[in-house]
Structures are given as C-alpha cells and as structure tokens.
C-alpha cells in the first residue's frame, strides 16, 4: 500500500506549508514517484529471489526499496518541476475571499440569532489581526512539533530498541 500512495505524502503536505511549490510539481510529482517506487519494488524482487510471485514482491526488501523510493522520488521531483515551471508564490489571500454559506433560513428553524453565535459576522480589522497571530502561533507549533516528532518517531524510539536487540542477542 505505501508504494502505491506514499509518493502523494510530500506533495500535499508542501502544497500547505511551501508558497513555492506549483501546480506541476503537486500534479506530477505523484505520479513520478509511483513509477519509480513500482520499478524500484519489482527490480528489488526480481534481483533478489529471480522470479516475481506475491512471496517475492510481498517479502521484506522489495516492499522497503518500493517504500522508501515512494517516500524520497518526490524529493528529486518537486524542486526540478517547481523551478523548471516557474515557482507558484502563493499568497494565500484567496482563501479570505471564501464565504461563509448562507444559514439564515436554519438558524431562523431553530430559533437562533446569527449574530450571537461566534463569527457569525463581519470581521473587523483587530479581529483579523488577533486571528493572524493566532494562526502563526499554531503555524510554528506544528511545525517545531512535526519536526520532533519526526526526529523521535524515527530516530529516538527505534535506535535504543535496535542496540536493546543486539545486546539480548549477545546475552543469548
């Protein structure tokens, strides 16, 4: 399953935090890597055991090269898409310019004034403001706690069970 989607994880992920990225690096960035991960998964089974079978291809190697190519092809694939097609620059202004839909004929069936709920009107410049500030504090909270997350999750955990391994087997 990874090889198959894997390679759609770093685009959409850059298509939220990189302004850069264009519509050509978050188009065929995916499908690039999908290629390549199917290549690199079925190359790995048939070099190692000959024949391709669901035991070869669904072994431990080829799924990890298919794996992990899935994960790293986009890497290869977003920068040169990105500049060869022009960076895209985006600004995110457009996204203001989304429009609450119009509930006034639910919120006058359950008796509810509009104008009492949260956000339920027109923004001011000081609300927008303090909604700026908070939406950057969340912007670096995620993104510090991403990286750690990263960092634990791949380095931290699995290193000290990978020692803890060789030391039982030695004791063994």
Known sequence: ???????????????????????????????????????????????????????????????????????????????????????????WESMKAIKKGDDHDLAAAAHLDLEMIPGGHDETAAEEEVEQVQLQRAAKISRWLTVFLTLALLVLWPMPMYVLAHVISDLI
């Open 1 to 91: 399953m990874g090889v198959i989607v894997s390679s759609a994880v770093l685009p959409a992920a850059l298509t939220l935090l990189w302004d850069k990225q264009n519509w050509a690096a978050a188009t065929f960035s995916p499908p690039l890597g999908l290629t390549c991960a199917l290549i690199g998964w079925l190359v790995m089974a048939k070099t190692e055991y000959g024949t391709l079978s669901v035991d070869t291809t669904g072994s431990n190697n080829p799924m990890l090269v298919g794996n992990v190519v899935a994960l790293l092809a986009p890497m290869v694939f977003i920068p040169i898409l990105t500049f060869v097609f022009k960076p895209q620059n985006y600004n």
